[in-house]
């Protein structure tokens, strides 16, 4: 049944279409583009992180911390324990005393090098030895005077003093002090106790529980996470990421297209002759019935990447085809041309579209259609004929070949643009202009890869006078994920 709304001319804009398609597919690729990007994965990272049971846990603790809870804390314990401590006070107060300063004086000189020798030598086996002789013969010695030197030095104050200290409980005190560390690690303290670093922790731990929260990094990505979900981008993706506006779009994949955006024909997609024509004659050749010859792409131009099969008037010799003579000879009026992906392209299934222009004339036939490897089937997508355009379907039955058809006037879609498509599935042919549903076929659908073929051509004795012709923009071919 013909669609009502093409009969009454509500046809939808090829313009509309195509421009309503292309926000899809740039809005699927941002999609696409959005799902593996940076920021998404930081977002989602960053709810996780804050939409986790444990978020409120970490709250609640950042905002009950306190000071004596730290490390800091530990530490200055620590420095006042090491500071008020008697051994601490003992040691600092007898560093800085005069007696310690003479004690190190005396400590590291000569003098006192000179005392201990004498004090050693007094103390030594060979001088009691001498010693317990006689009288004169001691006295000559002189370990004698080194004796008697002693004896002076050790009545002096100096030496006294040195020897009361080096004994004092002070001293001992000092030592203990200086080999435990203590005092080492009360100076490395203070420094930190005076550091930025630990008036830094001081001065949060005295900040109200809000504030705490507020300087925390948790704080800092919660705003992050909730002012990202309200990010335009953010909504948009989680909008349309599992919408179904997608749907079909997702259910398709380009594996033909011609944009015809070159500056020739791309001869590696087109042959410029019938397929069988270049793979048994390699040359072009038209039936013997048709008023037209093809030429061998002599008929195809591009420009502005829209491709042009022309008809026109003009006397040329070719080969023609009869099933009864063969190939021969023949002298044809008008030529005319075709492409097809008889070598480069076929596909069982699917759907095939072009946007297609019929400049419209009583004469010339155009024609977007598809064969396999036999004359049957074939599918004319698209057969602008005696003005009508035509939904055909040829196929082999037990009787020979027949015809499914379905036909409007060509009145509506003739001098502007449409977009032309049949859609092919294992049980179902359906034919569409613009969308519009304008032909099904449910019985014999064909089940062999197919290629595309676009041509022009006269059928019929005519008046050609002038040049006719086929305006294609693009072609496209989709297969089902």
Same mark, same amino acid.
């Given at each position: 049944?013909?669609?009502?709304?093409?009969?009454?001319?509500?046809?939808?804009?090829?313009?509309?279409?195509?421009?309503?398609?292309?926000?899809?597919?740039?809005?699927?690729?941002?999609?696409?583009?959005?799902?593996?990007?940076?920021?998404?994965?930081?977002?989602?990272?960053?709810?996780?992180?804050?939409?986790?049971?444990?978020?409120?846990?970490?709250?609640?603790?950042?905002?009950?911390?306190?000071?004596?809870?730290?490390?800091?804390?530990?530490?200055?314990?620590?420095?006042?324990?090491?500071?008020?401590?008697?051994?601490?006070?003992?040691?600092?107060?007898?560093? +800085?005393?005069?007696?310690?300063? +003479?004690?190190?004086?005396?400590?590291?000189?000569?003098?006192?090098?000179?005392?201990?020798?004498?004090?050693?030598?007094?103390?030594?086996?060979?001088?009691?030895?001498?010693?317990?002789?006689?009288?004169?013969?001691?006295?000559?010695?002189?370990?004698?005077?080194?004796?008697?030197?002693?004896?002076?030095?050790?009545?002096?104050?100096?030496?006294?003093?040195?020897?009361?200290?080096?004994?004092?409980?002070?001293?001992?005190?000092?030592?203990?002090?200086?080999?435990?560390?203590?005092?080492?690690?009360?100076?490395?303290?203070?420094?930190?106790?005076?550091?930025?670093?630990?008036?830094?922790?001081?001065?949060?731990?005295?900040?109200?529980?809000?504030?705490?929260?507020?300087?925390?990094?948790?704080?800092?990505?919660?705003?992050?996470?909730?002012?990202?979900?309200?990010?335009?981008? /953010?909504? !948009?993706?989680?909008?349309?990421?599992?919408?179904?506006?997608?749907?079909?779009?997702?259910?398709?994949?380009?594996?033909?297209?011609?944009?015809?955006?070159?500056?020739?024909?791309?001869?590696?997609? !087109?042959?410029?002759?019938?397929?069988?024509?270049?793979?048994?004659?390699?040359?072009?050749?038209?039936?013997?019935?048709?008023?037209?010859?093809?030429?061998?792409?002599?008929?195809?131009?591009?420009?502005?990447?829209?491709?042009?099969?022309?008809?026109?008037?003009?006397?040329? /010799?070719?080969?023609? !085809?009869?099933?009864?003579?063969?190939?021969?000879?023949?002298?044809?009026?008008?030529?005319?041309?075709?492409?097809?992906?008889?070598?480069?392209?076929?596909?069982?299934?699917?759907?095939?579209?072009?946007?297609?222009?019929?400049?419209?004339?009583?004469?010339?036939?155009?024609?977007?259609?598809?064969?396999?490897?036999?004359?049957?089937?074939?599918?004319?997508?698209?057969?602008?004929?005696?003005?009508?355009?035509?939904?055909?379907?040829?196929?082999?039955?037990?009787?020979?070949?027949?015809?499914?058809?379905?036909? /409007?006037?060509?009145?509506?879609?003739?001098?502007?643009?449409?977009?032309?498509?049949?859609?092919?599935?294992?049980?179902?042919?359906? !034919?569409?202009?613009?969308?519009?549903?304008?032909?099904?076929?449910?019985?014999?659908?064909?089940?062999?890869?197919?290629?595309?073929?676009?041509?022009?051509?006269?059928?019929?004795?005519?008046?050609?006078?002038?040049?006719?012709?086929?305006?294609?923009?693009?072609?496209? /071919?989709?297969?089902?994920?």
């Amino acid at each position: 049944m013909i669609n009502l709304r093409f009969l009454f001319g509500f046809i939808p804009k090829t313009a509309d279409i195509e421009s309503k398609e292309a926000a899809l597919i740039k809005e699927y690729k941002e999609l696409e583009s959005y799902n593996g990007s940076d920021e998404l994965k930081h977002f989602e990272t960053l709810k996780v992180f804050v939409t986790e049971p444990d978020f409120i846990v970490k709250q609640k603790n950042i905002k009950s911390q306190k000071f004596n809870n730290t490390n800091e804390y530990k530490q200055l314990q620590r420095y006042l324990a090491l500071k008020n401590s008697n051994r601490i006070k003992t040691y600092f107060r007898v560093l +800085n005393s005069s007696l310690y300063a +003479n004690f190190k004086n005396l400590e590291n000189s000569n003098e006192l090098m000179h005392y201990e020798e004498l004090l050693n030598l007094i103390h030594s086996s060979a001088y009691i030895n001498l010693k317990s002789q006689k009288k004169k013969i001691f006295r000559a010695s002189p370990e004698y005077t080194m004796g008697m030197e002693f004896k002076v030095l050790k009545k002096e104050k100096k030496y006294k003093k040195y020897f009361k200290f080096k004994d004092s409980n002070d001293f001992r005190t000092l030592v203990a002090v200086e080999k435990a560390g203590d005092a080492s690690e009360l100076e490395k303290l203070e420094l930190f106790i005076n550091s930025p670093e630990y008036k830094k922790v001081k001065d949060y731990m005295n900040l109200s529980s809000g504030q705490k929260w507020i300087q925390s990094e948790e704080y800092r990505k919660q705003q992050e996470y909730l002012q990202l979900l309200k990010s335009e981008k /953010v909504i !948009w993706y989680y909008k349309v990421k599992d919408s179904k506006k997608f749907d079909e779009l997702k259910k398709w994949r380009v594996t033909f297209e011609d944009n015809f955006d070159k500056s020739k024909l791309d001869t590696d997609a !087109w042959l410029t002759r019938y397929y069988w024509g270049d793979t048994l004659l390699h040359n072009s050749y038209s039936l013997a019935t048709d008023k037209h010859f093809i030429t061998d792409g002599k008929n195809i131009e591009i420009s502005n990447s829209i491709l042009k099969i022309i008809t026109r008037p003009e006397k040329v /010799v070719g080969q023609a !085809w009869d099933a009864e003579k063969g190939f021969f000879p023949k002298e044809f009026n008008i030529t005319s041309g075709l492409i097809n992906t008889g070598k480069s392209f076929r596909q069982k299934f699917g759907r095939f579209q072009a946007k297609v222009k019929l400049n419209q004339s009583a004469v010339a036939t155009h024609t977007f259609w598809m064969l396999a490897n036999q004359i049957v089937p074939q599918i004319d997508i698209l057969k602008n004929h005696n003005n009508k355009v035509q939904f055909n379907h040829f196929f082999m039955n037990g009787t020979g070949i027949k015809k499914n058809s379905s036909k /409007v006037g060509a009145g509506k879609v003739s001098n502007d643009f449409f977009i032309y498509e049949l859609e092919w599935s294992a049980d179902k042919l359906v !034919w569409k202009i613009n969308g519009l549903v304008m032909n099904t076929l449910l019985n014999a659908i064909p089940q062999d890869p197919m290629y595309l073929i676009l041509s022009s051509g006269v059928y019929k004795e005519n008046d050609l006078v002038s040049d006719v012709s086929m305006e294609v923009d693009w072609i496209r /071919v989709y297969q089902k994920n």
